[in-house]
């Protein structure tokens, strides 16, 4: 910034030495035309011609380090904006940085809050039941229901529910049966939005009254589906469905654990 105005202090100087110089060089054309007109030596004509013409070189010269001042403060100007640009865009890379940093941090302390407290139940009905709570405390779930696979009876049995309300228990399904049974067969989640009313105990076993909003995914043990989850909301789940199947590996892992221990 401080050359900037260096450059445009020489700029306007030379300017007004031109100004000054264009006065000087009128002057002596009116010397030269009046002394044209009276009887003068030769020589003092051509001395006046040699310095009228030292002095149009002279303009020239100052004129050329005028452009050149004035390119030089352009391009210090563009410098400059370049700069501030890309400073600019620095700070906004930091920013979004921060806030993804943010995003991760929160996302992280709600999985850390899921998992509070799952190690202390000792039964597959207690721990995903507290599991459900957990999850509706982190997330804006109104509804929720949580199936184990019976191996024996080869069906997916209601382990747990939240907030279920419904007359009748929710029915056992196989693979293939149903959404949650497309999930198991599919092995990849179901989102579902703005379900009208009079579908959802079609589609799921949440009941007459759910909301509109259904997510279904699968639990996974190793390369097995040991669990399915249901989970209803009045509003979009903000959740990464992808992220939390895969997080969900180590409830799938500790829930074999328990089923395991119970036979």
Do not use: W
Request: hydrophobic share 40%; glycine share 4%.
């Amino acid at each position: 910034m401080d050359n900037l105005k260096i450059y445009k202090y020489f700029a306007l100087l030379t300017l007004i030495i031109n100004l000054i110089i264009a006065f000087f060089f009128i002057l002596k054309i009116n010397q030269i035309h009046n002394l044209a007109g009276e009887n003068i030596d030769s020589s003092k004509i051509i001395s006046l011609y040699i310095y009228l013409i030292l002095i149009v070189l002279l303009v020239i010269y100052l004129f050329r380090i005028s452009i050149k001042i004035r390119t030089y403060a352009k391009n210090a100007d563009n410098k400059l904006q370049e700069k501030i640009r890309i400073e600019e865009k620095d700070n906004d890379k930091e920013n979004n940085i921060e806030i993804e940093e943010d995003k991760t941090e929160t996302k992280d302390k709600k999985y850390e809050k899921i998992l509070d407290g799952l190690k202390e139940q000792k039964t597959h009905e207690k721990y995903t039941e507290k599991f459900l709570i957990n999850l509706s405390a982190e997330f804006e779930i109104v509804q929720g229901l949580f199936y184990i696979y019976d191996t024996e009876e080869d069906l997916y049995k209601i382990s747990s529910t939240y907030a279920y309300y419904g007359e009748e228990q929710p029915k056992d399904f196989k693979i293939g049966d149903g959404l949650s049974g497309q999930v198991v067969k599919s092995k990849k989640e179901i989102e579902i939005t703005d379900i009208p009313e009079k579908y959802m105990t079609i589609l799921s076993g949440l009941g007459k009254g759910a909301p509109k909003n259904l997510i279904i995914l699968p639990v996974f043990c190793n390369k097995d589906i040991i669990g399915v989850i249901e989970l209803a909301s009045f509003v979009s789940l903000n959740i990464d469905l992808k992220e939390f199947v895969k997080f969900m590996e180590n409830i799938g892992k500790e829930l074999a654990k328990m089923i395991k221990k119970k036979k």
